[in-house]
């Protein structure tokens, strides 16, 4: 899997793309056992909030929160895919849609670890 060093992403039917600056290649990348994940099923990696940019289809972007309100989760609002989110353990990052990335096939990332989310840590 080769990850670029600015990667571009995008959702399903391209009406919302990201530019990703992503010096360490994936980062942490996860499945999430939250009440939310659990059901998205995405897998997960670490971005800096100043390394993703929105390039195309900031208008695009739906979001969408839960509980406590703290994550930000956008997908598009044309084709339901989940892009990325403002993280709740650490909002100095984002988390992105690994599946959205150009020309990289996520399955090839299984087995993928599995984030507690369930038992988040900002809730002890
Ligand atoms: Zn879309």
Avoid: W
Wanted: glycine residues 6%; aromatic residues 6%; hydrophobic residues 35%.
């Amino acid at each position: 899997m080769h990850i670029k060093p600015v990667h571009n992403a995008s959702c399903h039917c391209g009406a919302v793309e990201l530019k990703l600056t992503m010096p360490n290649g994936l980062e942490d990348p996860r499945r999430c056992s939250c009440s939310m994940c659990r059901k998205r099923g995405a897998i997960a990696a670490s971005v800096l909030l100043d390394n993703l940019e929105v390039v195309k289809g900031e208008e695009n972007l739906t979001l969408y929160q839960f509980n406590t309100m703290t994550a930000k989760h956008y997908f598009c609002k044309t084709c339901g895919i989940y892009t990325h989110h403002q993280r709740r353990s650490n909002p100095h990052q984002f988390a992105i849609n690994v599946a959205c990335l150009e020309g990289i096939n996520a399955y090839e990332l299984e087995p993928v670890k599995i984030f507690d989310g369930i038992h988040h840590p900002s809730d002890k």
